[in-house]
C-alpha cells in the first residue's frame, strides 16, 4: 500500500504592536547554542570613527541534543530548520504544534485523539505521537535532556510550556540524536533569564468556552539571572466532551562568568485531556458534535528537576553536561463497546467472544450475571494507571582545534536514560448511556480465566546507555566533511507482579553511523548530501503485546512477550539551500532537498480476532521518500515564507491485516 501527501503553506504576516519588551542580552560568557553572531572587522587607527563593517551573519545549531556547543548551519549535511520564540507566537497564543505544522517544512499534523493538545506530528512520515502503540519515529528533547517517555517512548505535547520556548531545532535524520532518530529530530531549547529580559502578561478568549492565559518574567543582575513562566487553559472545544485543562509552569536561575555557565530548570504542569476520536459517518450524519464511546480522557501531572552546566577549559575546548529527574503519573480512561456480552445459550451471565465464548468471571472468579438482560446496552471501561521515574545524565566534550593546519570541531560524550514505571490496568462492563454514549456502572472487573482479559500490574526497568561523537573536518575552506556515530545500548526488564507470563528481559545493540559532505559554490549557496543509520528499540508497550495468540488491548492491558526485533533506518539525503539579502536589513532563505529512508523490521500494530484487541510484529520493510522545497522572506517588520513537501510512503514487504470486525474487508 502506497499513501502520498502533499503539503504546502504559505503566509505573509503584519507586524504586531509588541505588548512587552523583550531585551536581547549581549553574551559575556560561553557562546549559547543558537545564536547568530555577526562577525564584525576589528577597527583601525584610520578608520577609528568609521563604522565597522557587519559581515553576514554565521547561524548555529547545536550538534547534539546538549546545549552549549555550536556549528555553523551551512556545514551540516543535512537538512535543519530553525524556529524561534516569536515564531511560536506569531499566529496567536503561543504554540509550538501550530509553528511546526505552518511553517517547518515537511511537517504534517493528524489529531487523532481528538484534542487539540494531542496532535501526532509527523516529519518525512515518521512521527512523534501521545499515544500508546504509534511507531515514534522522531527523538525529542528539552533543554538538552531526552523528553520521549521511556515507557513507550511517547511524546507529551502538553507538558510542554510554549511560552517558554526560546528555540527550536528541527533536523534529519541524525544516529548522534539517540534512539527514535529514524526520521529525525526536534530540540526544544527553553528561555532564561540571559535571553529574556521584561515582563509579559497575556489574556485571550474565544469560542466554545476558551479562554487561557499566559506570563513570563526575566531579569538579569550582574551574572545571575531568573526565569519563570506559565500557563493556564481551558477549554469546552466544539465537539461533545472534549474539554482541555491544562496548568503549566516553568522556572531557571542561572549563573555565569567568562568561562563558565550553570543552569537549575523546574517544569511542572498537570494536564486533563479529553479526546473524543473518531466516529462513523453515520452518527455524524446525525450529529456532528457527537463521541462514539466514552469516556476517552487522559490526565497528566509531570514535574522534571535539570541541571545543566558549560565550561570552557580552554580556548578550544569545552566541557558541557546536565542531569535530571522527573516523574510523570498518567491516568487514562478509555470507553467501548463490551467484549463480554449476554451468552448466547441463553445461560443468565456474560460471555466472551461477544456472548460465544466461555462465560466471564470477576475479580473472584464469579460468573458476571447478564444484569441488564438478554437484550441490553453493554459497555466497557479500560483504565490505566502509569507511574514513571526517569533519571538520566548526559557529559561531552567538545573540541575546535585544527587538525593539520585545517579548522576542525569535534564533539563526543555519552548519555544515559533510567526509568522505573509501574504499570496497572483493567476493563471494566458497565452500562452504555445510550443518549452520551459514556460508561455508566456498576464496572465489574473482568478477570478471564484464560487472561485474555484479566487486570494487570507490572513493575518495567528501563536503561538506555548512548556514546556518540560527531566530527567536522573543513577540508578547504569551501568543502567540509562530516563523520558522526553512536552506539546504543536498550536494557528492558519486565517484572509481572500477577503473575509470571509478563516476567522477561530483552537487551537491544547497536551502533550507528553517519557521514555527508557540504561545499559552498558561492558564498551564501551550499549543497549538502550524506548518510545515516539510526535505530529505535521496540518498546516495553510493544514487547508485552506481541504474541498473536494472546492479543491485548492496546495499551490497556499486557499479554506474554515474544520479542521483537529493532528498528532501523537507512537514509540518504541531498539538497541544496542559500541565503540572500535583497536590500539592507531583509533576509532570504531558500532550500531544495531530496530524501530516502528505508527501514527493516518496522513495527505494526495487526488486529486480533477478539473485539478491540490485537498484537505488535515486526512486518519487514518500509518506505518513506520525497522532497522538501522553500523560501522565507524576513525584515524587522516582514515575514514571509512558502513551502512544499511531497512524502511517498510505502510497505515494502508483503504481510497480513486481519480485519474481522470490517464489513468491507
Known amino acids: 500500500m502506497g499513501r502520498v501527501v502533499g503539503l504546502a503553506s504559505c503566509a505573509v504576516l503584519l507586524s504586531s504592536l509588541a505588548l512587552a519588551q523583550t531585551v536581547a542580552q549581549p553574551a559575556t560568557g560561553p557562546t549559547s547554542q543558537g545564536e547568530a553572531a555577526p562577525q564584525i572587522s576589528p577597527a583601525t587607527p584610520n578608520a577609528a570613527q568609521a563604522q565597522p563593517t557587519v559581515l553576514p551573519p554565521v547561524e548555529v545549531i547545536a550538534p547534539t541534543p546538549l546545549l552549549g556547543s555550536g556549528i555553523d548551519r551551512a556545514k551540516v549535511p543535512a537538512e535543519n530548520q530553525v524556529l524561534t520564540g516569536k ?20 511537517v504534517d499534523l493528524l489529531n487523532a485523539s481528538g484534542n487539540p493538545q494531542q496532535p501526532n506530528i509527523f516529519y518525512h512520515g515518521f512521527q512523534a505521537s501521545p499515544l500508546q502503540g504509534v511507531p515514534q519515529g522522531l527523538a525529542v528533547y528539552v533543554n538538552g535532556a531526552r523528553f520521549n517517555n ?13 511560552i517558554a520556548i526560546d528555540r527550536m531545532n528541527l533536523v534529519g535524520a541524525n544516529p548522534v540524536f539517540g534512539l527514535n532518530a529514524l526520521g529525525g529530530a526536534l530540540t526544544v531549547q527553553l528561555k532564561n533569564g540571559f535571553t529574556y529580559h521584561g515582563g509579559e502578561l ?14 513570563q518574567y526575566g531579569k538579569q543582575i550582574g551574572n545571575t539571572a531568573v526565569y519563570v513562566a506559565g500557563s493556564g487553559l481551558h477549554q469546552n472545544g466544539w465537539r461533545d466532551f472534549q474539554s482541555t485543562g491544562l496548568k503549566q509552569f516553568y522556572g531557571d536561575i542561572g549563573w555565569r562568568s ?25 452518527l455524524l450524519a446525525a450529529n456532528r458534535h457527537a463521541q462514539f464511546t466514552g469516556p476517552n480522557v487522559i490526565s497528566n501531572s509531570y514535574g522534571r528537576v ?68 438478554p437484550t441490553g446496552a453493554y459497555a466497557s471501561l479500560a483504565q490505566q494507571t502509569t507511574n514513571t521515574n526517569s533519571y538520566g545524565t548526559s557529559v561531552q566534550v567538545t573540541n575546535k582545534s585544527e587538525v593539520f593546519g585545517h579548522s576542525n570541531q569535534l564533539v563526543a560524550g555519552f548519555s544515559f536514560d533510567g526509568a522505573q514505571t509501574t504499570f496497572t490496568a483493567s476493563t471494566q462492563v458497565g ?65 509481572d507482579q500477577t503473575g509470571t507470563s509478563l516476567t522477561g528481559a530483552h537487551a537491544y545493540n547497536r551502533f550507528n553511523p553517519a557521514a555527508g559532505l557540504s561545499y559552498k559554490v558561492l558564498p551564501g549557496v551550499t549543497l549538502f548530501g550524506g548518510y545515516a543509520e539510526s535505530n529505535r528499540a521496540p518498546t516495553p508497550a510493544e514487547l508485552t503485546c506481541s504474541d498473536p495468540s494472546a492479543p491485548c488491548s492496546l495499551a490497556n492491558f499486557f499479554t506474554g512477550d515474544p520479542s521483537l526485533k529493532q528498528v532501523v533506518a537507512h537514509t540518504f539525503e541531498i539538497g541544496v539551500r542559500g541565503q540572500f539579502a ?48 522553500g523560501v522565507r522572506f524576513t525584515s524587522d517588520r516582514w515575514q514571509a515564507w512558502i513551502g512544499y513537501s511531497f512524502i511517498d510512503a510505502t510497505f515494502q514487504s508483503s504481510f497480513v491485516l486481519s480485519s474481522p470486525n470490517n464489513p468491507a474487508a
Open 87 to 106: 515564531d511560536v507566537t506569531l499566529e496567536g497564543p503561543p504554540s509550538l504544534s501550530r509553528a511546526l505544522q505552518t511553517q517547518a517544512q515537511g
Open 150 to 162: 521511556p515507557f513507550g517512548d511517547t511524546v507529551n505535547w502538553d507538558l510542554i510550556p510554549d
Open 202 to 215: 497575556d489574556l485571550y478568549g474565544g469560542s466554545f468556552g476558551q479562554i487561557g492565559g499566559d506570563f
Open 258 to 282: 567568562d568561562r563558565a555557565e550553570v543552569h537549575l530548570n523546574i517544569d511542572l504542569a498537570q494536564t486533563t485531556l479529553n479526546g473524543p476520536g473518531t466516529v462513523p459517518v453515520e
Open 306 to 373: 535539570l541541571l545543566s552546566g558549560n565550561y570552557d577549559v580552554t580556548e578550544t575546548t569545552s566541557l558541557q553536561g546536565l542531569i535530571y529527574y522527573e516523574n510523570l503519573l498518567q491516568r487514562v480512561g478509555n470507553g467501548n463497546g463490551s467484549p463480554i456480552l449476554p451468552c448466547a445459550d441463553g445461560s443468565p451471565f456474560l460471555c466472551a467472544d461477544s456472548g460465544a465464548g466461555v462465560v466471564a468471571t470477576d475479580r473472584t472468579g464469579s460468573p458476571i450475571p447478564a444484569f441488564l438482560g
Open 431 to 495: 452500562t452504555l448511556d445510550v443518549f452520551s454514549r459514556n460508561f455508566l456502572p456498576p464496572g465489574i472487573v473482568i478477570d478471564l480465566a484464560d487472561g485474555s482479559i484479566a487486570p494487570v500490574r507490572a513493575n518495567i526497568t528501563d536503561g538506555y546507555y548512548g556514546v556518540f561523537f560527531t566530527d567536522t573536518f573543513d577540508v578547504t575552506s569551501a568543502l567540509s566533511l562530516n563523520v558522526a556515530g553512536r552506539f546504543n545500548s536498550a536494557q528492558i526488564g519486565i517484572n
Open 582 to 629: 535583497p536590500f539592507n536589513g531583509a533576509r532570504v532563505d531558500w532550500n531544495l532537498n531530496l530524501y530516502r529512508s528505508n527501514l527493516s523490521d518496522d513495527i505494526a500494530f495487526a488486529q486480533s480476532t477478539i473485539l478491540g484487541t490485537g498484537f505488535f510484529q515486526n512486518i519487514g520493510s518500509t518506505r518513506r521518500q520525497g522532497f522538501d522545497a
